[in-house]
């Protein structure tokens, strides 16, 4: 990796060691979109190695009560349900390059104009991968760091 990886990702202050493994090797690191905790009820975020999309981030409060795995239905193509994962704690579901955490958030904004939010979730994609099992495990460790952080950094109180 010939370039310098972020001091915080999308926003969310985090350590390298949590992030690097996510990252490919390339030598230009470009990142479009803004951060994520900016007081949005939807913020969207992504970086660019060598010209392609190698991590993407995005995070939602909604006002229903849901799973990760509720959330990660809701991009999983029809017919690719028996290909989603929950790891042993129901936070982190994965698909693929796809990862979605979900924790407690009460407070504004939501999905939904004058409803509080109860549930705060990331989504995060990496690019084209040769293992989907490798990148499962490297996304349940980042989710694992990277959502509480996410989660303070946006002001979720549960």
């Known amino acids: 990796m010939e370039y310098d990886l ?28 803004g951060a994520l905790p900016d007081g949005q009820d939807r913020s969207y975020c992504s970086y660019l190695v060598d010209g392609n999309t ?22 999983t193509p029809q017919g690719h ?3 989603v994962s929950v790891v ?3 936070d982190i579901a994965l698909y693929r390059g796809h990862a979605v955490g979900v924790t407690a958030c009460s407070g504004f904004p939501s999905e939904v ?11 995060v994609g990496i690019g084209d991968s040769e293992n989907w099992q490798e990148a499962q495990t490297k ?6 760091e990277f959502l509480p952080a996410a989660a303070q950094a946006d002001r979720c109180s549960d």
């Open 6 to 33: 972020p001091n915080s990702l999308c926003g969310v202050p985090v350590d390298r060691s949590v992030i690097e493994p996510i990252f490919p090797p390339g030598k230009e690191l470009t990142q479009e979109g």
């Open 54 to 75: 190698a991590v993407s981030l995005s995070d939602q409060r909604y006002q229903e009560k849901l799973t990760a795995r509720d959330v990660i239905m809701k991009t």
């Open 81 to 83: 349900a028996e290909e």
């Open 88 to 90: 042993a704690s129901g």
């Open 113 to 123: 104009d004058g409803e509080e939010s109860r549930v705060y979730a990331v989504m």
């Open 139 to 144: 996304l349940t460790q980042f989710m694992e």
